[in-house]
């Protein structure tokens, strides 16, 4: 039986495979990096630099993207992390985005490698994602599944209504800071 949403909906499914197979959008690496770039230089960021690193963490070679941008809201990340979901418009003149559809962050980041943490701030939250594929194969998942967890950052108390997505998405270990 099809799982519902809290308004009785029938929510589709998406298989944890789609996520390497929506990765060969980009044929080479350089596209999906510029997906990510662009996520941080999007109006409404208000990120003034952007910084890529490469850092080692136990003998596994990590890419890092940090920005100063304005961050995520836990229901924002929860948007971003989802299909189809978008909050670009045409653009300026001056910055047109790259992506319109809602796909370039799991495109891109399942380009570069098998999983994904993030990790953003707006105003009092703090909030983490994972999106992994290393998770979803050890757990044999049937459908994406996409934790997030948003806490308090001056306690740093998990929310009252911590929950965890069941997301229809999903970079060896790679950590975005966004």
């Known amino acids: 039986m099809a799982r519902l949403s809290e308004q009785g909906i029938r929510l589709s499914s998406m298989s944890p495979s789609f996520l390497n197979s929506n990765s060969t959008s980009h044929t080479w690496p350089f596209s999906?990096?510029?997906?990510?770039?662009?996520?941080?230089?999007?109006?409404?960021?208000?990120?003034?630099?952007?910084?890529l690193?490469?850092?080692?963490?136990?003998?596994?070679?990590?890419?890092?993207?940090?920005?100063?941008?304005?961050?995520?809201?836990?229901n924002k990340l929860h948007k971003m992390l989802s299909f189809g979901f978008t909050e670009k418009g045409s653009g300026k003149a001056s910055h047109q985005a790259i992506g319109l559809y809602g796909n370039g962050f799991k495109s891109g980041s399942m380009r570069l490698g098998r999983d994904a943490l993030i990790f953003t701030k707006n105003g009092g939250c703090q909030t983490v994602g994972l999106l992994s594929q290393t998770y979803l194969q050890?757990?044999?998942?049937?459908?994406?599944?996409?934790?997030i967890v948003p806490f308090n950052q001056q306690t740093n108390i998990l929310f009252k209504h911590t929950i965890c997505f069941c997301v229809r998405i999903s970079i060896s270990v790679c950590e975005i800071y966004l």
């Open 53 to 74: 690193d490469v850092v080692k963490i136990d003998d596994q070679l990590c890419l890092t993207f940090t920005d100063n941008g304005s961050g995520m809201t836990p």
């Open 32 to 51: 999906a990096v510029a997906e990510l770039i662009d996520n941080a230089s999007d109006p409404g960021v208000c990120a003034r630099q952007i910084w």
């Open 138 to 147: 050890n757990i044999k998942a049937q459908a994406v599944i996409v934790p």
